[in-house]
T-cell receptor, first 110, second 111 residues
């Protein structure tokens, strides 16, 4: 079945440093989504990418979808303490349902 | 507007007991989902429903059942709980654009 791998599992950064999480699918995806889960909270939708090579920005967050539509990345510039949480990618491939990656837990040290 | 509500917030359950986790949405979304979240494993799909009256199995359906009698409600039942079902359970619903909206979760401990 479809697998979505996400690395790293954990990342500790100093406030102001950049952060990147990577997502790789075993199959070609029709779209990929990113979610953020604050500690003790529930996942919240951030963005969806659909097109090959697509790049979208939300303030300090940059999302990319690979040319082959099998990988994606989320980059945060100049992290802030409010960025703390777990970031999940979720891909939709041949299966009709989303497959979530295992998430990257981000800690930002003040 | 509540979005998605789940009950209970948390529960400690003896092994072998039956338990139903409740999920209700007020967004009139057709699709609904149940996930379990375990440390290091992300969110794994248990069951889903694309529309009222239909259900389907996800990645980890064993030991769980669901029903979808109407658009708003999607209960998840553990017929005979086992310790490996200790987890945080999230219900979600989806609009036509695939975006999923999650409830606050139920933390279940099976002893």
């Amino acid at each position: 079945g479809q697998q979505v791998m996400q690395i790293p599992q954990y990342q500790h950064v100093q406030e102001g440093e950049d952060f990147t999480t990577y997502c790789n699918s075993s199959t070609t995806l029709s779209n990929i989504q990113w979610y953020k889960q604050r500690p003790g909270g529930h996942p919240v939708f951030l963005i969806q990418l659909v097109k090959s090579g697509e790049v979208k920005k939300q303030k300090r967050l940059t999302f990319q979808f690979g040319e082959a539509k099998k990988n994606s990345s989320l980059h945060i510039t100049a992290t802030q303490t409010t960025d703390v949480g777990t970031y999940f990618c979720a891909g939709k491939g041949s299966a009709r349902q989303l497959t979530f990656g295992s998430g990257t837990q981000l800690t930002v040290l003040p | 507007i509540a979005g998605i509500t789940q009950a209970p917030t948390s529960q400690i359950l003896a092994a072998g007991r039956r338990m139903t986790l409740r999920c209700t949405q007020d967004m009139r979304h057709n699709a609904m989902y149940w996930y379990r979240q375990d440390l290091g494993l992300g969110l794994r799909l248990i069951h889903y429903s694309n529309t009222a009256g239909t259900t389907g199995k996800g990645e980890v359906p064993d030991g769980y059942s669901v029903s979808r009698a109407n658009t708003d409600d999607f209960p998840l039942t553990l017929a005979s709980a086992v310790p490996s079902q200790t987890s945080v359970y999230f219900c979600a619903s989806s609009d036509g654009a695939d975006t999923q909206y999650f409830g606050p979760g139920t933390r279940l401990t099976v002893l």
